[in-house]
Protein backbone atom coordinates (compact mmCIF):
# COMPACT_ATOMS: atom_id res chain seq x y z
CA UNK A 1 0.00 0.00 0.00
CA UNK A 2 1.52 3.40 -0.93
CA UNK A 3 2.29 5.88 1.80
CA UNK A 4 -0.30 9.28 1.39
CA UNK A 5 1.34 12.55 3.80
CA UNK A 6 -0.86 14.96 3.98
CA UNK A 7 -0.07 18.61 3.75
CA UNK A 8 -1.03 22.45 4.50
CA UNK A 9 -1.58 25.09 1.91
CA UNK A 10 1.74 26.52 2.61
CA UNK A 11 3.77 23.33 2.66
CA UNK A 12 2.33 22.18 -0.97
CA UNK A 13 4.38 22.17 -3.52
CA UNK A 14 3.84 23.85 -6.66
CA UNK A 15 2.59 21.79 -9.13
CA UNK A 16 4.55 22.54 -12.26
CA UNK A 17 2.74 22.54 -15.84
CA UNK A 18 3.49 19.97 -17.63
CA UNK A 19 5.35 20.43 -20.90
CA UNK A 20 3.28 19.59 -23.84
CA UNK A 21 4.32 15.86 -25.66
CA UNK A 22 6.12 16.56 -29.20
CA UNK A 23 2.93 15.81 -30.98
CA UNK A 24 1.22 18.53 -29.13
CA UNK A 25 4.09 21.26 -29.40
CA UNK A 26 3.79 20.68 -33.61
CA UNK A 27 0.51 21.00 -33.70
CA UNK A 28 0.24 24.10 -31.65
CA UNK A 29 3.06 25.50 -33.89
CA UNK A 30 1.09 24.83 -36.93
CA UNK A 31 -2.22 26.01 -35.18
CA UNK A 32 -0.24 29.20 -34.42
CA UNK A 33 0.96 29.38 -38.28
CA UNK A 34 -2.62 29.42 -39.39
CA UNK A 35 -3.67 31.49 -36.53
CA UNK A 36 -4.07 34.71 -38.62
CA UNK A 37 -5.58 32.90 -41.98
CA UNK A 38 -8.93 33.55 -42.47
CA UNK A 39 -11.26 32.36 -46.21
CA UNK A 40 -10.19 33.79 -49.07
CA UNK A 41 -6.69 34.03 -48.17
CA UNK A 42 -3.70 32.70 -49.27
CA UNK A 43 -0.26 31.00 -48.05
CA UNK A 44 2.98 29.80 -48.42
CA UNK A 45 4.71 27.30 -46.17
CA UNK A 46 8.81 26.93 -46.97
CA UNK A 47 9.61 23.48 -45.75
CA UNK A 48 13.00 23.68 -43.84
CA UNK A 49 15.54 21.12 -44.38
CA UNK A 50 14.97 17.28 -43.76
CA UNK A 51 10.98 18.20 -44.10
CA UNK A 52 8.50 16.12 -45.97
CA UNK A 53 6.20 17.66 -48.19
CA UNK A 54 3.50 15.44 -47.30
CA UNK A 55 3.82 15.10 -43.77
CA UNK A 56 4.10 19.24 -43.50
CA UNK A 57 0.35 18.91 -45.92
CA UNK A 58 -0.90 17.07 -43.59
CA UNK A 59 -0.40 18.92 -40.46
CA UNK A 60 -1.65 22.13 -42.31
CA UNK A 61 -4.66 20.08 -43.08
CA UNK A 62 -5.48 19.04 -39.84
CA UNK A 63 -4.76 22.82 -38.30
CA UNK A 64 -7.10 24.22 -40.60
CA UNK A 65 -9.74 21.61 -39.62
CA UNK A 66 -9.58 22.38 -36.02
CA UNK A 67 -10.21 26.07 -37.23
CA UNK A 68 -13.09 25.21 -39.33
CA UNK A 69 -11.21 25.59 -42.64
CA UNK A 70 -9.78 24.36 -45.76
CA UNK A 71 -6.96 24.22 -47.11
CA UNK A 72 -6.54 23.71 -51.48
CA UNK A 73 -2.75 23.01 -52.49
CA UNK A 74 -1.53 24.48 -55.85
CA UNK A 75 1.04 21.57 -57.16
CA UNK A 76 4.56 23.29 -58.39
CA UNK A 77 7.92 22.80 -58.09
CA UNK A 78 10.32 24.25 -55.28
CA UNK A 79 10.47 23.14 -51.68
CA UNK A 80 7.57 25.45 -51.14
CA UNK A 81 3.81 24.98 -50.30
CA UNK A 82 1.32 27.55 -51.44
CA UNK A 83 -2.65 27.21 -50.50
CA UNK A 84 -5.55 29.20 -50.65
CA UNK A 85 -7.75 28.91 -47.45
CA UNK A 86 -11.71 28.28 -47.44
CA UNK A 87 -14.20 27.68 -45.34
CA UNK A 88 -14.98 23.70 -44.35
CA UNK A 89 -18.24 22.99 -45.17
CA UNK A 90 -20.54 22.27 -42.24
CA UNK A 91 -20.29 18.70 -40.99
CA UNK A 92 -24.05 17.20 -40.73
CA UNK A 93 -24.19 16.40 -36.89
CA UNK A 94 -25.58 13.33 -35.77
CA UNK A 95 -29.68 13.97 -34.56
CA UNK A 96 -30.06 12.11 -31.10
CA UNK A 97 -32.16 8.98 -31.38
CA UNK A 98 -35.74 10.27 -29.65
CA UNK A 99 -36.52 7.91 -26.43
CA UNK A 100 -39.29 6.14 -26.76
CA UNK A 101 -41.56 6.68 -23.80
CA UNK A 102 -44.93 6.10 -25.05
CA UNK A 103 -46.49 2.91 -25.14
CA UNK A 104 -47.13 1.29 -29.03
CA UNK A 105 -50.09 1.71 -30.61
CA UNK A 106 -52.46 -1.15 -31.18
CA UNK A 107 -51.97 -2.70 -34.52
CA UNK A 108 -54.22 -1.05 -37.50
CA UNK A 109 -56.92 -2.98 -39.04
CA UNK A 110 -56.03 -5.66 -42.06
CA UNK A 111 -57.91 -3.24 -44.43
CA UNK A 112 -56.02 -0.19 -43.94
CA UNK A 113 -52.47 0.59 -45.01
CA UNK A 114 -50.09 1.40 -42.02
CA UNK A 115 -49.36 5.36 -41.91
CA UNK A 116 -45.73 6.43 -42.15
CA UNK A 117 -45.73 6.44 -38.06
CA UNK A 118 -47.04 2.78 -38.00
CA UNK A 119 -44.83 1.64 -40.85
CA UNK A 120 -41.76 -0.47 -39.35
CA UNK A 121 -38.49 1.39 -40.19
CA UNK A 122 -36.89 0.95 -43.09
CA UNK A 123 -32.64 0.01 -42.47
CA UNK A 124 -30.47 2.92 -42.81
CA UNK A 125 -27.63 1.61 -45.56
CA UNK A 126 -25.15 4.10 -43.21
CA UNK A 127 -25.84 1.93 -40.19
CA UNK A 128 -23.18 -0.75 -40.30
CA UNK A 129 -25.36 -2.78 -37.53
CA UNK A 130 -28.16 -2.66 -39.99
CA UNK A 131 -26.45 -3.02 -42.87
CA UNK A 132 -25.20 -6.49 -41.62
CA UNK A 133 -28.35 -7.75 -40.93
CA UNK A 134 -29.60 -7.45 -44.57
CA UNK A 135 -29.67 -10.32 -46.39
CA UNK A 136 -26.07 -11.56 -48.50
CA UNK A 137 -26.20 -11.42 -52.33
CA UNK A 138 -26.66 -15.19 -53.19
CA UNK A 139 -23.07 -16.36 -54.61
CA UNK A 140 -22.17 -17.71 -58.14
CA UNK A 141 -24.19 -15.24 -60.13
CA UNK A 142 -21.44 -12.83 -60.64
CA UNK A 143 -20.18 -12.68 -63.91
CA UNK A 144 -16.71 -13.19 -65.09
CA UNK A 145 -14.65 -10.16 -67.12
CA UNK A 146 -14.81 -11.82 -70.49
CA UNK A 147 -18.75 -12.29 -70.22
CA UNK A 148 -18.64 -8.50 -69.12
CA UNK A 149 -16.75 -7.74 -71.96
CA UNK A 150 -18.84 -9.84 -74.46
CA UNK A 151 -22.08 -8.19 -73.15
CA UNK A 152 -20.86 -4.44 -73.71
CA UNK A 153 -19.47 -5.46 -77.19
CA UNK A 154 -22.02 -5.08 -80.64
CA UNK A 155 -23.80 -8.15 -82.18
CA UNK A 156 -21.11 -8.24 -85.22
CA UNK A 157 -18.04 -8.32 -83.36
CA UNK A 158 -19.34 -11.09 -81.29
CA UNK A 159 -20.29 -13.08 -83.78
CA UNK A 160 -17.21 -12.75 -85.60
CA UNK A 161 -18.21 -11.12 -88.92
CA UNK A 162 -17.35 -7.63 -89.67
CA UNK A 163 -19.95 -4.74 -89.78
CA UNK A 164 -19.87 -3.94 -93.63
CA UNK A 165 -18.78 -7.23 -95.37
CA UNK A 166 -20.66 -9.59 -96.83
CA UNK A 167 -19.58 -13.19 -96.11
CA UNK A 168 -17.74 -14.54 -98.60
CA UNK A 169 -15.40 -11.62 -99.31
CA UNK A 170 -12.16 -10.87 -98.21
CA UNK A 171 -10.90 -7.58 -96.91
CA UNK A 172 -10.51 -5.22 -99.29
CA UNK A 173 -12.72 -6.16 -102.19
CA UNK A 174 -15.37 -4.70 -103.15
CA UNK A 175 -17.92 -5.17 -106.14
CA UNK A 176 -17.03 -3.72 -108.88
CA UNK A 177 -19.32 -1.74 -111.45
CA UNK A 178 -19.31 -3.00 -114.64
CA UNK A 179 -17.64 -0.97 -117.15
Same mark, same amino acid.
Given at each position: ???????S??? *?????P????????? =???????????V????????????????????????A?????L???????????L??????????????? =???????????????T??????????????N???R????A??? *??R???????S???????RD *??? =????P????????????
Amino acid at each position: MPQSHRRSANE *GVALEPRSPSDRARI =AQEYDAYLDSFVAGDYGRADLAAGEQRALVRQQLQAAAGRRGLLLHFRTGPGPALIFRVDQAPPTPQAAP =APAHTQAPAPPAPATTLPTPAQAPPTPDPGNSRERSAAPARPR *GQRQTASERYSDMLPRWMRD *GSS =AGRRPGRRRGETKRRPR
